[in-house]
């Protein structure tokens, strides 16, 4: 008999076979802060999710392109405080739910991340899980400040440990030690290691917001830091031993140029010169749902579909998939995009663009669509909440019918990382909405800090905003 063959039709939710759904929990480390620190096996269960549920020291920046139901379980003094308890209940209601659930920590979660505890109330409810390292805060800080955490001759042992609560601080024999959790006792921490009999010329470093774009490192001697009234800021950590060398303030990620990114990407900027902090200026969640419904009913209605850009795609198809159709309800349709960005999103959904028109060339989209005879057609122009009335207008002119459709908000960044400007060298606005959004958020922009704008329109935007 030759070998079985079973088809597999695997459901999203795992039906069991007594017909009740089974959720999947991904207990998850998100890194550091760098979000390209993340493995790819958790970016691969952040695609499959259909909820995170993510804590303070995971940047919205990583989580921002991810489909999922995005829960935030964090204690930012605006927001609701979630227990641990209720952290557990979450989790299972969701998993109960079917739902595959990726709860992401900060860094690893076996780390001072209370993994554990989040594992025994899924083992309570019999929810199947697995548990995906993440790089930890020592790992991130060692590297992005040029400190070894062992060195031969140096350091041959080391040890994570908490400098809270207070009264518990541990200091182990180990030649190097890292204490998590130190913003309001790095004194206490410090009597404590010298309590010990370490040496007052052991060396020590604070590093803030390690891999991050304004990471800061300060170091000196223990008595040195023990004299000192410097405040230090969470995140951070203290790391102490003599593998910390001279020249660290002075490492490979402070050397390298900050700039942030509004708005889309450029290929400007090489990754071995820059450090890119994207900055959306935009939330992009909520849409007009009638509407949208009623567009994708009609569908048969309009015979162009042109895309603004890659959230117009993403959000567009993310409509057409729920509401149970496919591309094929596309077929009729000529589908344009501006730019490559949504080019290549439309292709993650098996389609290639008819036309793709470049928005920068000097006759604007009206020229563009001029040269491909695109007139007297019907378009239905999926974007954002704030419709574009200049690419409106400009499409209306060749006499065709435009319906913009809005299929994400976009308003200002409310919730999540502010920018630290102090630590930013360069700005880079990638359209003209980006700078009057960034404008609402920040009145000026300090000297030092150059500017660059994507086009001609942006840059005029620019000037008649901040400089006008
Ligand atoms: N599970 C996490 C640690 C959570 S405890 C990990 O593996 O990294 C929270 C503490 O982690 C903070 O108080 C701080 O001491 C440390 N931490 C996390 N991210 C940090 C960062 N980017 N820079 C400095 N310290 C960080």
Redesign the pocket.
């Known amino acids: 008999m030759g070998n079985s063959v079973s088809t597999h039709h695997a459901p999203r939710n795992g039906v069991s076979a007594r017909g009740q759904k089974k959720g999947y929990v991904y207990i998850a480390?998100a890194g550091?802060?760098d979000p390209e620190l993340i493995t790819v096996k958790v970016e691969k269960a952040l695609r499959d999710a259909d909820v995170i549920l993510y804590d303070d020291?995971v940047s919205m920046e990583l989580i921002d392109q991810y489909s999922a139901i995005k829960i935030y379980t964090g204690k930012r003094k605006d927001s609701h405080h979630f227990e641990q308890e209720e952290i557990n209940r979450e989790i299972v209601r969701h998993a109960m739910d079917g739902k595959v659930v990726v709860r992401l920590?900060?860094?690893?979660?076996?780390?001072?991340?209370r993994g554990g505890e989040e594992i025994d109330t899924l083992r309570g409810y019999g929810i199947r899980y697995e548990i995906i390292p993440?790089?930890?805060?020592?790992h991130?800080?060692s590297s992005y400040t040029e400190i070894p955490l062992t060195m031969r001759k140096i350091s041959s042992s080391v040890a994570f440990c908490?400098?809270h609560p207070v009264d518990r601080i541990q200091v182990p024999e180990t030649d190097t030690i890292v204490?998590?959790?130190?913003?309001s006792t790095v004194h206490d921490v410090l009597d404590a290691v010298a309590a010990k009999g370490r040496s007052g010329s052991t060396m020590v470093a604070v590093?803030?917001?390690?891999?991050?774009y304004n990471?800061k490192v300060y170091t000196g001697t223990l008595d040195e830091f023990r004299k000192r009234e410097r405040a230090v800021y969470?995140?951070?950590?203290l790391i102490i031993g003599d593998s910390i060398g001279q020249f660290i303030e002075h490492n490979w990620h402070e050397r390298k140029k900050k700039v942030l990114m509004t708005g889309g990407d450029s290929g400007r900027y090489p990754s071995t010169d820059y450090i890119k902090v994207h900055f959306p200026c935009r939330q992009v969640s909520g849409a007009d749902l009638k509407a949208v419904q009623q567009a994708l009913e009609s569908m048969g209605a309009y015979d162009l579909l042109f895309f603004q850009n890659k959230f117009s795609v993403k959000y567009f198809f993310h409509y057409l998939f729920q509401s149970g159709k496919d591309v094929r309800s596309l077929a009729h349709m000529t589908i344009c995009t501006a730019g490559d960005a949504a080019a290549e999103e439309l292709q993650k959904s098996g389609l290639v663009a008819d036309h793709m028109v470049e928005p920068d060339g000097k006759a604007g989209y009206a020229g563009c669509l001029e040269d491909l005879g695109i007139s007297s057609r019907k378009i239905l122009l999926p974007g954002s909440n704030h419709v574009d009335e200049f690419l409106v207008s400009e499409l209306r002119e060749l006499e065709n019918q435009v319906t913009p459709l809005g299929v994400y908000a976009r308003g200002t960044q409310q919730e999540g990382d502010a920018i630290d400007l102090d630590s930013i060298d360069e700005i880079y606005f990638s359209s003209p909405i980006c700078v009057r959004n960034f404008r609402n958020m920040f009145f000026t922009i300090p000297e030092r800090i150059t500017v660059a704008a994507a086009d001609r329109r942006t840059e005029e935007e620019y000037r008649k905003v901040f400089r006008g």
């Open positions: 480390g550091p802060g020291l920590k900060g860094g690893d979660p076996f780390i001072f991340g993440g790089i930890t805060a020592a991130g800080a908490t400098g204490y998590y959790m130190v913003a590093v803030q917001n390690a891999t991050r990471q969470s995140p951070a950590l």
